[in-house]
């Protein structure tokens, strides 16, 4: 790889992208592959540390590689592969796991929402969950990991994972740096505002799908839970409308004070439903590219296939040089 800087992140196959998804991460991804040597990663590894359904993680798999090419990554430009297709990635994991303390993990605060959300399963892979995602992005000696607010204590811990074992083994991993987003870094709930919008949430308004149509995406914005105020005003306390106003700056590009100028005088009825049509419009094209490259299997799987070798290339050698480091035998 050229001079460049190489950026890693990866998104979970667990059904459509939602918004915060969009906002915080993809769509992100896809500006700067002009800047940087850019890999991303479907990471089922990681959806199976909750329960899956085998049918459904497949099709979803394959979905989510098509989405993240319907948001803009070009498999030319970028690498972009299924996780378990670069087995080099479990290769490090136990790696780095032996560089990682048990009580490290146990303050992730991810591992303690999900522990209690999944009482009936709490595997040993859920609780190393994050070891996996170190060995995701120090597999490619990544600089920057462009994820929403949500994923930074992970973050934080591949960064101490790399700091120990260079200070055991000698320099050797990046360590790398999150790049998080201005604007988006966390989109909340419609329906709780102070909760982040997540795809597991119960209620179906609480949260909008990049695939929603557009008067689903509408019908979803005029309930949005707001407050008993009417004014359009970015203000600590304004949760619900806080969150409208960032979504809005987001898909629109205008500036927080320009949102507030264009609806002065107006009422939240008028400014939800303006949201949800600039949400839907500007998702319009990602829901036709989606459409478009599921009807081509072949050609998705020769992304992925492509993808996948260009990712065993490159993290394939940074692992043979991490087992020469730990003291492992050359096999050949
Ligand atoms: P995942 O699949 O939960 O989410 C993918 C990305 O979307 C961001 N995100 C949000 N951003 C803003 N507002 C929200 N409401 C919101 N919800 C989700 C997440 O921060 C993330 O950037 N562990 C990761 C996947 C992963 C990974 C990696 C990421 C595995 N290996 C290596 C980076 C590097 C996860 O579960 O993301």
Excluded at 263 to 269: P, S, V
Excluded at 284 to 311: H, I, N, W
Aim: overall charge neutral; glycine content about 6%.
């Amino acid at each position: 790889m050229s001079e460049k800087k190489i950026i890693f992140s990866g998104i979970q196959p667990t059904g459509t992208f939602t918004l915060g998804n969009y906002i915080g991460a993809v769509r992100n991804w896809a500006k700067l592959q002009e800047e940087y040597n850019c890999i991303y990663s479907i990471v089922d590894m990681h959806a199976i540390t909750v329960r899956q359904d085998p049918v459904k993680l497949r099709q979803h798999s394959l979905e989510a590689y098509a989405l993240i090419m319907a948001c803009g990554i070009d498999p030319e430009k970028s690498v972009a592969f299924i996780q378990s297709h670069a087995p080099t990635h479990a290769m490090l994991n136990w790696i780095l796991a032996c560089s990682t303390q048990f009580g490290e993990l146990s303050r992730m605060t991810q591992f303690k929402d999900k522990a209690a959300k999944h009482s009936d399963d709490v595997n040993a892979g859920l609780f190393t969950y994050p070891v996996l995602m170190a060995a995701d992005i120090l597999g490619y000696n990544a600089d920057l990991v462009p994820v929403g607010v949500d994923q930074k204590q992970h973050l934080e811990l591949a960064r101490n994972v790399a700091q120990r074992f260079n200070q055991k083994y000698g320099e050797f991993f990046t360590v790398p740096d999150a790049y998080i987003p201005e604007v988006g870094a966390k989109v909340m709930s419609l329906q709780e505002p102070t909760k982040k919008m997540s795809k597991s949430d119960a209620n179906p308004n609480a949260c909008i799908f990049i695939l929603d149509d557009k008067d689903t995406i509408i019908r979803k914005f005029r309930r949005a839970v707001t407050d008993s105020d009417s004014e359009i005003v970015f203000k600590e306390g304004k949760d619900g409308i806080n969150n409208l106003i960032t979504i809005y700056s987001a898909v629109t590009g205008k500036s927080f004070e320009e949102t507030e100028k264009e609806f002065a005088g107006k009422g939240y009825g008028d400014f939800k439903t303006a949201v949800g049509e600039a949400v839907s419009d500007h998702l319009a094209p990602v829901r036709e590219k989606f459409a478009q490259l599921m009807s081509d299997k072949a050609y998705l799987k020769d992304c992925y296939t492509k993808g996948a070798e260009k990712a065993m290339r490159i993290s394939g050698k940074v692992v043979s040089k991490a087992y020469r480091k730990v003291g492992f035998v050359d096999s050949h």
